[in-house]
């Protein structure tokens, strides 16, 4: 179909060659000659949390990569990207989206319910840290930054007790069997985007955006859509107390299936928990399935909005600028990042 390789580029780490691999793959099998080239970015190498680097730490450098002709197709952890269009690149394809679960790496098998009292739990995500306070107001909340095995590794030497992380990068590396709990809708809310890859190409790349169409899963990218229109109309970067998770039902978008959004704003110390869900059925909306999926967005943004969430989501907490690493950590600071 081909004869040209498309360059597909990705950040470095195991988790974004895992992700951007199977990207290349799905273009290799649709008759696309494809290979990765690896992208290091900021975000790879500056150890602050992401609420003081800035939101698009882990896509700028790999955005502009692209935009360079460094690469012709770029891999995002689509989370991570900021919500404004950017007219230099072509629409965002969707490949099938995995679990977007959070979930707790625990020694001992312990979950949230078996979690001793002021347990160590270690993650940055202001989403989670809120979310978290609500759930125990009792844990001891330590940030910190790290690839998968970095992370996990703080449980294993002893200095945490337990780390909340993503489903979706365990699973895609193969470490799925390390949790010890999966937080369920009424648990805690993931971040709007989150399982889901972003890939793009530049928007006068024509061959670029042929391939694009093979990866893209429409049921995937309208459950995306949803969760991030309401984090636009929020106003909130990546990096706030939002947590969103659009799913459908049994019938699925080609059946007429409805779409369930979920959605929470939070306080950063937990102490205030905005939660709403509304519904809509896609295939019935006249201007199609993405229309419809905006338009819920929206609509549970203006509610969560008008019940005070712009407020509520400003206010920084004292865990904002507490410690990169747990307090009694003896484990070296890490020097390489996963989304």
Do not use: W
């Not at 625990?106 to 270690?122: E, H, I, S």
């Not at 945490?160 to 009424?186: C, P, Q």
């Not at 805690?188 to 790349?205: F, I, N, S, T």
């Not at 549970?300 to 904002?320: C, I, Y």
Request: proline content about 7%.
């Amino acid at each position: 179909m081909s004869s040209r390789t498309l360059k597909v580029g990705t950040r470095g780490s195991t988790l974004a060659t895992t992700q951007a691999g199977h990207v290349r793959d799905a273009l290799i099998a649709a008759g696309y000659p494809a290979e990765l080239v690896i992208v290091r970015t900021r975000g790879d190498v500056v150890m602050a949390p992401v609420e003081r680097i800035g939101v698009g730490v882990f896509t700028l450098e790999l955005r502009a990569a692209l935009e360079r002709g460094d690469c012709d197709i770029a891999v995002h952890s689509y989370k991570d990207l900021p919500t404004a269009r950017d007219d230099r690149f072509a629409p965002i394809a969707v490949p099938p989206r995995v679990d977007p679960s959070d979930v707790l790496i625990a020694r001992d098998g312990l979950t949230m319910d078996t979690l001793p009292q002021g347990a160590r739990v270690g993650t940055s995500a202001p989403r989670r840290r809120s979310q978290l306070a609500a759930l125990r107001p009792d844990l001891d909340l330590h940030p910190l930054r790290g690839n998968i095995d970095t992370r996990m590794g703080y449980v294993t030497s002893g200095d945490l007790d337990a780390v909340v992380l993503a489903a979706a990068g365990l699973d895609r590396t193969g470490a799925g069997e390390r949790a010890t709990h999966r937080f369920g809708i009424d648990e805690m809310l993931p971040a709007p985007a989150q399982g889901a890859l972003a890939v793009e190409a530049r928007a006068d790349d024509t061959e670029a955006i042929e391939a694009l169409a093979v990866v893209d899963h429409l049921p995937s990218r309208v459950r995306v859509i949803a969760e991030r229109r309401l984090l636009a109309d929020l106003e909130a970067g990546c990096t706030a107390p939002v947590g969103a998770r659009a799913e459908f039902d049994d019938a699925g978008l080609d059946g007429g299936g409805v779409l369930t959004l979920h959605a929470v704003a939070a306080a950063h110390d937990g102490s205030t928990v905005l939660r709403t869900t509304g519904t809509t059925t896609p295939a019935e909306h006249p201007d199609g399935p993405v229309a419809a999926a905006e338009e819920l967005g929206r609509r549970l943004a203006a509610e969560l909005l008008e019940r005070g969430a712009r407020d509520l989501m400003t206010v920084e907490s004292p865990e904002q600028r507490a410690p990169l690493v747990p307090k009694e950590s003896t484990t070296a600071p890490p020097t390489v990042t996963d989304p």
